[in-house]
């Protein structure tokens, strides 16, 4: 796994606290079950579940609209477009200079299309590995608000009922709920 080459080579030793951020999420439940004995502990945050099954129907066609627009800001990156459209580096002011700094680069575009693009396939691969067993994991969970529109109130109640289920991943699991945050709750509002 590339995860443990790469600390390995950095000369960082187990055991480790995991910590996955949405499709990161799926990325620490995977070592923890390649590498149980490495892993002391892990938090989800806000971490994409691994049943895509479970959200509403729009859901899909929401998805394919998302995937052209990124797509378009890939292949509009080199021109600048995006910088210049503002579509990259959105978040909270104060942090707006940094995050265009990161976001409006071509490759971590190319690693970010490619992720979705593979989504299912790492939810499937995520979905045989089984439990955690008695791995301590907390989740945290962006604070769902108050949707306006019935895809967002759906989308919002389907996310919750994953993230509580991922609690169950675990003998030794709590969650948390970051009031006052979005998906992205590091920059949003951390818990």
């Given at each position: 796994?590339?995860?443990?080459?790469l600390?390995?080579?950095?000369?960082?030793?187990?055991?480790?606290v995991?910590?996955?951020?949405?499709f990161?999420?799926l990325?620490?439940?995977?070592?923890a079950?390649?590498?149980?004995?490495?892993?002391?502990?892990?938090?989800?945050?806000?971490?994409?579940?691994?049943?895509?099954?479970?959200?509403?129907?729009?859901?899909?066609?929401?998805?394919?609209?998302?995937?052209?627009?990124?797509?378009l800001?890939?292949?509009?990156?080199?021109?600048?477009?995006?910088?210049?459209?503002?579509?990259?580096?959105?978040?909270?002011?104060?942090?707006?200079?940094?995050?265009?700094?990161?976001?409006?680069?071509?490759?971590p575009?190319?690693?970010?299309?490619?992720?979705?693009?593979?989504?299912?396939?790492?939810?499937?691969?995520?979905?045989?590995s089984?439990?955690l067993?008695?791995?301590?994991?907390?989740v945290?969970?962006?604070?769902?608000?108050?949707?306006?529109?019935?895809?967002?109130?759906?989308?919002?109640?389907?996310?919750d009922?994953?993230?509580?289920?991922?609690?169950?991943?675990?003998?030794n699991?709590?969650?948390?709920?970051?009031?006052?945050?979005?998906?992205?709750i590091?920059?949003?509002?951390?818990?």
């Amino acid at each position: 796994m590339e995860l443990r080459l790469l600390l390995h080579h950095k000369g960082i030793s187990p055991p480790f606290v995991l910590v996955g951020h949405s499709f990161g999420g799926l990325n620490m439940r995977m070592y923890a079950v390649l590498e149980p004995t490495d892993v002391a502990g892990m938090v989800l945050v806000d971490s994409t579940p691994d049943s895509p099954e479970r959200f509403p129907p729009d859901l899909k066609s929401y998805n394919e609209r998302f995937l052209r627009k990124e797509d378009l800001k890939q292949n509009t990156m080199p021109l600048g477009i995006p910088r210049l459209m503002g579509w990259c580096g959105k978040g909270p002011r104060e942090l707006q200079s940094e995050l265009r700094a990161i976001d409006c680069r071509l490759q971590p575009w190319h690693e970010h299309l490619a992720e979705y693009h593979a989504g299912e396939e790492s939810m499937a691969q995520v979905r045989a590995s089984g439990l955690l067993g008695d791995i301590p994991v907390v989740v945290v969970s962006h604070d769902p608000g108050e949707p306006t529109d019935s895809f967002a109130k759906a989308m919002e109640k389907s996310w919750d009922q994953a993230q509580e289920e991922l609690t169950h991943l675990s003998t030794n699991s709590s969650r948390v709920i970051a009031q006052g945050s979005q998906h992205n709750i590091q920059p949003t509002g951390p818990a």
